[in-house]
């Protein structure tokens, strides 16, 4: 939902997160105190304020911890946005991270974050820029991954409406080939990888020959440096999860 708020909640849901946006003035944040709880790993707290789920978009940077927590197992994944559930007795499965940065990507380009002053950790040290590669160029990427894992996942965001967008590899994914989402925004595509051999690189390839222009709104408010942008991708992070996972996609 609009700014990470939940609207129409069940009467039986109770949430933390409140808009706080114009005249609020709060004297005590249950979002904040949950927020510390997350990031410090206070099972105790949660089973105290009967807290059992927990929700992420992945534009934010909470799914970092919860992803490589033993106490919260993702129930539901819905193109990047997760519905947790807390483990108390620290069974769940743990992903292991890797950022992306633009020598990983041949014909990647470094562009800003604009949301890099929201993002109050860095465990991947994405740093204050991300890989962007302009729609029309192909390129390929190496990738760096742990051993025994299952399933790679790619977080990417789209810049701009591009016409089609495909991943590919000669070894190291069961399907060579996959078409990812391409509407505006971020996205996590997931793929199975194959046990037999192993997997360095992958293709980035365009159903369009060159990228369009159109104008960035985050440029207009002065959160981006580009204003009359170009369509493409950025490139955020991986995620690599093992046997045995609990995910519904």
């Known amino acids: 939902m609009h700014w990470g708020y939940v609207w129409d909640a069940p009467e039986t849901v109770a949430t933390t997160s409140i808009p706080t946006l114009g005249l609020v003035h709060l004297t005590h944040s249950e979002q904040e105190a949950a927020t510390r709880a997350l990031y410090g790993d206070n099972v105790s707290y949660f089973l105290e304020h009967d807290m059992h789920h927990a929700l992420t978009s992945p534009l934010g940077t909470a799914q970092w911890t919860l992803a490589t927590s033993p106490h919260w197992e993702a129930l539901v994944i819905v193109d990047g946005a997760t519905l947790w559930s807390l483990r108390p007795s620290g069974d769940a499965n743990v992903s292991v991270l890797t950022g992306l ?22 465990p991947m040290n994405l740093g204050t820029d991300r890989p962007f590669l302009e729609e029309g160029v192909p390129s390929s990427v190496r990738i760096s991954g742990p051993v025994h894992a299952t399933e790679m996942c790619l977080v990417y965001e789209i810049i701009g409406q591009v016409e089609g967008l495909f991943l590919q590899t000669t070894s190291g994914l069961e399907r060579p080939f996959h078409g990812l989402r391409t509407e505006a925004g971020y996205h996590q595509s997931c793929f199975a990888l194959d046990a037999n051999a192993t997997l360095d690189t992958v293709s980035l390839t365009w159903n369009a020959d060159r990228s369009s222009r159109w104008v960035n709104p985050l440029g ?23 046997q045995g996972g609990n995910l519904l996609e």
């Open 101 to 122: 940065d633009e020598t990983d990507c041949e014909a990647c380009t470094a562009r800003l974050d604009p949301w890099m002053n929201h993002k109050f950790r860095d």
């Open 220 to 242: 207009l408010s002065g959160r981006d440096d580009v204003l009359w942008d170009r369509t493409g991708v950025k490139l955020q992070w991986l995620e690599w999860r093992f």
